[in-house]
């Protein structure tokens, strides 16, 4: 089946910092892929995604390339601020039809982000 | 601005006991899921439903129920809560837009 793996948390970087995220996945065919970010205490928000082999995603200085020589999608931001500290989710939806929305999610990378 | 409400977001309840945790959307959305959450192993998907009356099990369905009798709300039902479902209860609405519930943390005793 589909699978998901994450970098190893927790991730505690100083402010302005460079952040990587790693994330390596398995599927059958030829899935979407997202990032979502959860804020303490609230819901998951999609972070950005990425639909097909090559395409990069981003959002408020976030970056994923779909990689799909290597099956990764690894998750970057130039300088973090204090306010990205977060727990962040990598996942993939199988492409088409009504299995849209159904997430395979890796097991999460929290980041601390110190002043 | 409301998109996805669940019913609450902490829930304390015994061994035995039958649960409820409701999810309603305000988007007309067909496709909801239920997912758990919990350190170190992500989310994982318990139930969905693409259309009114209909579910699929997903992932991790054992000792869970779902009903869905109108379109924006999608019910997840425990029915004889057992201490390992204690854990963080997500719900999600996609249609050509993701959201996510808050979440419900459900404690079992």
């Known amino acids: 089946g589909d699978s998901v793996t994450q970098m190893e948390g927790p991730v505690t970087l100083s402010e302005e910092a460079f952040l990587t995220i790693n994330c390596t996945y398995t599927?059958?065919?030829?899935?979407?892929l997202f990032w979502y970010v959860q804020y303490p205490g609230e819901g998951l928000q999609l972070l950005l995604k990425?639909?097909?082999?090559?395409d990069k995603g981003s959002n408020k200085g976030f970056e994923a390339t779909y990689r799909k020589e290597t099956t990764s999608f690894h998750l970057e931001k130039g300088s973090v601020q204090v306010s990205d500290s977060a727990v962040y989710f990598c996942?993939?939806?199988?492409?088409?039809?009504?299995?849209?929305?159904?997430?395979?999610f890796g097991q999460g990378t929290i980041l601390t982000v110190h002043p | 601005d409301v998109k996805v409400t669940q019913s609450s977001r902490y829930l304390v309840k015994r061994t035995g006991e039958k649960v409820f945790l409701e999810c309603v959307q305000d988007?007309?959305?067909?496709?909801m899921f239920w997912y758990r959450q919990d350190p170190g192993l992500g989310l994982r998907l318990i139930y969905f439903?693409?259309?009114?009356?209909?579910?699929e099990k997903g992932d991790i369905p054992e000792g869970y129920s779902v009903s869905r009798e109108k379109k924006e709300r999608f019910s997840l039902i425990l029915e004889s809560a057992s201490t390992n479902q204690t854990s963080m209860y997500l719900c999600?609405?996609?249609?050509?837009?993701?959201?996510f519930g808050p979440g419900t943390r459900l404690t079992v005793l």
């Open positions: 439903s693409y259309d009114v009356k209909m579910k």
């Open positions: 996942a993939l939806s199988e492409a088409g039809g009504t299995s849209y929305g159904k997430l395979t």
């Open positions: 599927a059958t065919g030829y899935p979407s």
């Open positions: 988007m007309d959305h067909e496709n």
């Open positions: 999600a609405s996609i249609g050509n837009e993701q959201f």
């Open positions: 990425a639909t097909k082999a090559d």
